[in-house]
């Protein structure tokens, strides 16, 4: 697509939306942000409070609103994404995944935007094949309480591309990996800030299982250059976007721990239910497709998402 003159974020004020937020304004955009502010914060968007090109309205996108004109891009990044949120809010999360995509897809039809969709990993479930591939159809468990999330997306997927199928216009879909960066809550209850900040408090970190469970981290900067690559191209997608450098939880705590010259413990628990055993994105296609991997080593985001943390910490 050629380059967007107003954007509409949904869920602008959570982690990744407000990196976005930021990304847009720095290309001389105007960009309108929403949020409910359920696990979003307004702090994450204050520095641009005072840019002309910038507003923000507080609203749960599963409810409908109405909009001026001339929206060139919609990017649907409303949703609980870490377990303990949408444990927390499983109903407000099946909603979001369903009526507010459904309410988000309209506003792109009504302006012939563009149309990018934040899936995630979790379509993928506890997967029997790994690396994961686009083409994986997924092991997902449809009645487990994680499942309000996975299949939340599953739908949003769906019904995005019925869309794009109906009406003709320009849908794309991105599946996100973990990943990881400045504006992480300090209690998101995602491994990486539950580490941090376990280990700058003096407290044990927390293992679940035996630790041998694998992920792969990829630093919010390169996240957002991929979705950049994304917007700009012709593939509609589902794309992976991630780091394919697979760790392991235990190895991840240790890291951590070296990093901050912690001398805290690690404590094991039981497994929480479905959790996956691996997961890790297979990105050839946006590799092929995009021209893009990512290139922030793993102890170099780490240390800038540590100093965040430090502040964050200080400051409450």
């Known amino acids: 697509m050629k380059r967007p003159k107003k954007v509409l974020i949904t869920g602008a004020a959570g982690f990744i939306g407000s990196h976005l937020s930021d990304h847009f304004i720095r290309k001389g955009c105007k960009v309108i942000g929403i949020d409910n502010l359920i696990t979003g914060s307004v702090q994450n968007l204050k520095q641009h409070f005072s ?3 910038f507003s923000f309205i507080k609203h749960d996108i599963s409810k409908p609103i109405l909009l001026s004109g ?6 649907h990044f409303a949703s609980p994404a870490s377990p303990p949120d949408y444990l927390k809010h499983p109903i407000q999360t099946m909603k979001v995944g369903a009526l507010g995509t459904h309410n988000a897809l309209g ?3 009504k302006n012939a935007a563009t149309f990018v969709l934040a899936s995630t990993s979790e379509v993928y479930g506890d997967p029997l094949v790994s690396p994961q591939k686009e083409t994986y159809w997924g092991h997902v468990n449809p009645n487990g309480p994680r499942s309000v999330y996975d299949e939340s997306k599953r739908f949003a997927e769906a019904l995005a591309l019925a869309y794009h199928r109906e009406h003709k216009f320009d849908v794309k879909i ?12 300090l209690r998101d209850g995602r491994v990486i800030p539950n580490f941090i900040t376990q280990a700058l408090s003096g407290k044990p970190l927390t293992v679940y299982g035996d630790g041998g469970q694998t992920r792969s981290y990829c630093y919010v900067d ?8 994304l917007i700009g191209s012709t593939l509609r997608g589902p794309v992976n976007l991630g780091n394919p450098n697979e760790m392991s939880v235990l190895k991840l705590a240790k890291l951590i721990k070296r990093l901050l010259g912690s001398k805290s413990r690690i404590v094991y628990k039981s497994l929480p239910v479905d959790d996956p055993k691996q997961r890790c994105p297979d990105i050839s296609l946006a590799k092929k497709s995009l021209n893009w991997k990512p290139e922030v080593q793993l102890e170099d985001g780490l240390e800038r998402t540590i100093v965040y943390f430090r502040r964050a910490m200080r400051s409450r």
């Open 51 to 53: 840019n002309p090109k």
């Open 107 to 109: 506003i792109a039809k």
């Open 174 to 185: 991105v599946r996100i990996f973990n990943t990881y960066g400045e504006r992480m809550r």
């Open 70 to 75: 001339g929206i060139d891009l919609v990017l």
């Open 222 to 229: 390169d996240l957002v250059r991929g979705l950049d690559r």
